[in-house]
């Protein structure tokens, strides 16, 4: 084999920073499989550019190295390096990183998709259905119900939840109803409503989502938690204790004089109330999680619900 | 007579000895099992230097009621609360095994306590011997993790809520939080798979991670050897240990004299 001028010595790449570029790419592209398409597609653009750079940065380099026009000292005949380090790269060397490569290919190839397996699931079709509440002509205007349902049918009594349900009456044709989770925002505790619950009246609507629970109740004092004392008002409002906002509450629409019952949304605080109420809303957060003020910042990303 | 009965002794110890000498010729393991038992250990060891032991007992006794338990209990949402019952009520002896793990849980984890407060009072966990206080605070870890996994499996209201509690704590660590809660729910909401997970988690995961774990601190503490407490007028005043010279011993239960003014006998 024809011996190249610079074989003689170790060919370093020069510094730079396309490899850390192409690395943030690949994070992006991983995080953006989770958290949305746009930024996975950006991740991969982000990949492919630095990556292009990078090869052809090594390419380039490698070029400079080898090629006629080299103006490097190297150039010059002389080995750089003293004679008993020239064999730099022996076989057993060869085969001790082949065995170490070919074994941590092999692994990563065993594990990364059985790690997967196991923490994938819980982020990918998460989105729940609507839930039919039963006819309207069941919610007496102003009068608060605890309706219990199954949120997801499938998972049956497991999943079933209660959400405090108020009609508002109907402003300009527009009817309005107040849907507030009864998950409190401190650690996810149901709260209670802090009056009476008239049991006795209580009844069953089966709905197309299966069987709901309405009972009348009475909250005058709002809403109380069992667990840690959180306290809210009747619009949810936190009043006293741990919790850090107000009450989740349900998007709701109205479907062939049904109520039906969407997703879940937070809130940091509601002004006024009813049928006028202004609702401070934000994305869907986990129990004890601040959706505005400084520490929102503590929490920028959301796994999917 | 006399003779005849020297004899016959000796044939029966051979007897006795030859499934031992085979073994030890193969494996080394009765060499073994005779160093880790007749190590050398402080002549001024106290009641305070068994909490270790008592603590690994513990877990021992987790593990084999824990596989027990495992044979009767189902973990379905619809069916693991009322194969509880079934293990309390009906299954013979359940009771008694469901009660000695739901308790022996917080003797483990008193006793881990115990002893983590004995190794630092007697100040055991200075030099050379950080790392084992270290893997002994990972120890801890983990089995606070068996609590938290364990106690969703009666899946009654207190198991339910306390574990929604306990991962929504979680979910409240910033940047990290919602994620790990929603690796630790295995989605969105509690469901099915968050029982079958955590049951997982707590009988294979967990104790996997547990029993090498405490593999190494063992390893660790026979290597560096046990500390003498505090108060010893022995280590005050001790010489450095000489090397090891001694050949190794002889005898299973019958010691040799030790090689170092360990533990002198008064007779030497």
């Not at chain 1, 080898?66 to 064999?87: Q, V, W």
């Not at chain 1, 605890?146 to 079933?160: D, L």
């Not at chain 1, 004890?288 to 910042?297: A, S």
């Not at chain 2, 011993?249 to 040799?256: K, T, Y």
């Amino acid at each position: 084999m024809e011996e190249r001028p610079g074989d003689d010595r170790p060919q370093l790449p020069p510094p730079s920073l396309w490899p850390v570029g192409f690395a943030v790419g690949v994070v992006c592209l991983l995080v953006g499989l989770v958290v949305s398409w746009w930024v996975a597609a950006a991740g991969a653009a982000l990949a492919l550019i630095f990556g292009f750079l990078w090869v052809r940065d090594v390419v380039s380099g490698r070029e400079r190295a080898t090629g006629p026009s080299s103006d490097e000292p190297a150039t010059d005949g002389a080995p750089a390096i003293p004679e008993h380090e020239a064999e730099r790269f022996p076989r057993s060397k060869f085969l001790e990183g082949a065995t170490l490569g070919l074994g941590a290919l092999i692994g990563a190839l065993v594990t990364l998709p059985v790690v997967a397996a196991a923490l994938v699931p819980g982020f990918v079709k998460q989105k729940s259905k609507p839930v039919n509440l039963g006819p309207l002509a069941n919610f007496k205007e102003g009068q608060y119900y605890v309706a219990t349902f199954e949120r997801n049918q499938k998972e049956g009594y497991i999943s079933r939840m209660s959400a405090f349900i108020r009609n508002n009456g109907s402003t300009n044709g527009k009817p309005s109803f107040t849907c507030i989770s009864n998950r409190c925002v401190h650690l996810g505790c149901p709260v209670q409503a802090g009056g009476p619950v008239f049991d006795k009246e209580s009844k069953t609507v089966k709905s197309g989502s299966g069987e709901v629970d309405l009972t009348p109740a009475l909250p005058a004092a709002g809403f109380i938690c069992p667990c840690h004392g959180g306290a809210y008002d009747q619009e949810g409002n936190r009043i006293a204790g741990p919790p850090v906002r107000a009450l989740n509450r349900f998007e709701f629409a109205i479907v062939e004089d049904h109520l039906v019952l969407g997703d879940m949304y937070s809130v940091a605080k509601v002004d006024g109330s009813g049928a006028s109420a202004k609702i401070h809303k934000y994305d869907l957060a986990g129990p004890g999680q601040h959706v505005d003020g400084p520490e929102q910042l503590l929490y920028p990303l959301q796994p999917p619900h | 007579m006399a003779v005849t009965s020297t004899k016959k002794r000796g044939k029966l110890e051979g007897a006795a000895m030859y499934p031992l000498d085979w073994l030890e010729e193969r494996s080394g393991l009765v060499g073994g099992i005779k160093y880790f038992l007749f190590r050398k250990v402080p002549g001024d060891t106290s009641w305070w230097h068994t909490l270790g032991s008592a603590t690994l007992t513990a877990f021992l006794v987790q593990l084999v009621t824990g596989v027990i338990l495992a044979m009767y209990y189902k973990p379905d949402v619809n069916s693991a609360h009322e194969s509880v019952q079934h293990i309390t009520h009906d299954v013979w002896g359940g009771w008694l095994v469901r009660g000695m793990h739901r308790w022996g849980a917080s003797v483990f984890i008193i006793l881990l306590f115990m002893h983590m407060g004995r190794v630092f009072l007697f100040g055991a966990y200075k030099y050379p011997r950080e790392l084992n206080w270290i893997v002994g605070v990972l120890i801890l870890a983990t089995a606070l993790f068996e609590g938290l996994t364990g106690y969703l499996l009666p899946f009654d209201q207190t198991a339910y809520w306390a574990t929604v509690v306990a991962i929504n704590i979680n979910g409240t660590a910033p940047f990290v939080g919602p994620y790990l809660a929603t690796i630790l729910r295995g989605g969105a909401e509690i469901g099915p798979d968050t029982l079958a997970r955590f049951y997982s988690i707590h009988m294979l995961l967990v104790p996997g991670a547990l029993i090498g774990l405490i593999g190494l601190h063992l390893y660790l503490v026979v290597r560096l050897g046990v500390t003498s407490p505090p108060w010893s007028k022995d280590a005050a005043d001790r010489p450095p240990d000489p090397e090891p010279s001694a050949p190794p011993r002889s005898g299973l239960v019958q010691p040799a004299p030790r090689a170092a003014g360990v533990r002198r006998r008064p007779s030497e």
